[in-house]
């Protein structure tokens, strides 16, 4: 007789699976961020009205920036998209002034940027997906843009998902 087997599944609540796959596909994103941008650092910040809060990371590089993390929203270079949601592409911090001086970046000695703004679908701003490196990089893919704002977007579909879900 063949002993009968449980499919893992069934002994996950729904909210248990919706975490996993939440955190899974996350992390498949960030890695495949550092990857697309060749930068050591990807991270999923929230907004609040102030402050810019650390959801996840992929971090070879060891920035220092670890999950649940917060900072000052107006002193981080995401803080950009509250005034103009789109892409952003830093590669060579230290050479431009507007964004030289941020107290991020010496406090984590970054060197390059590039973000999206994540948004639900139903239009708020969520926070930001962002890869930073301490090292200048030159973002020569034309299509690169494009593939941060569409992680983005999944990233923003993920979140509200289980926002609505939770009662």
Sequence with gaps: MVPSV?????LLSA???AA???IEATTSILQL???LTGMRFAGIA???DLEWVVCSVHDTGDMGIHVDD???LETTLCSEFCINPQTLFIPQISQNGRF????????FAIESYAGAPIFLP???LFGALCALDSRAMLFEDPNLPETLNLFARLIGCIFFANLTSDH
């Design 6 to 10: 449980t499919a893992p599944q069934s």
């Design 33 to 35: 961020v550092t990857r």
């Design 70 to 72: 917060v900072l000052d």
């Design 100 to 107: 030289a001086a941020r107290p991020v970046v010496k406090q």
């Design 15 to 17: 909210d248990e699976r």
């Design 122 to 124: 139903d239009g708020r």
């Design 46 to 48: 929230k907004f609040t």
């Design 20 to 22: 996993i796959a939440e």
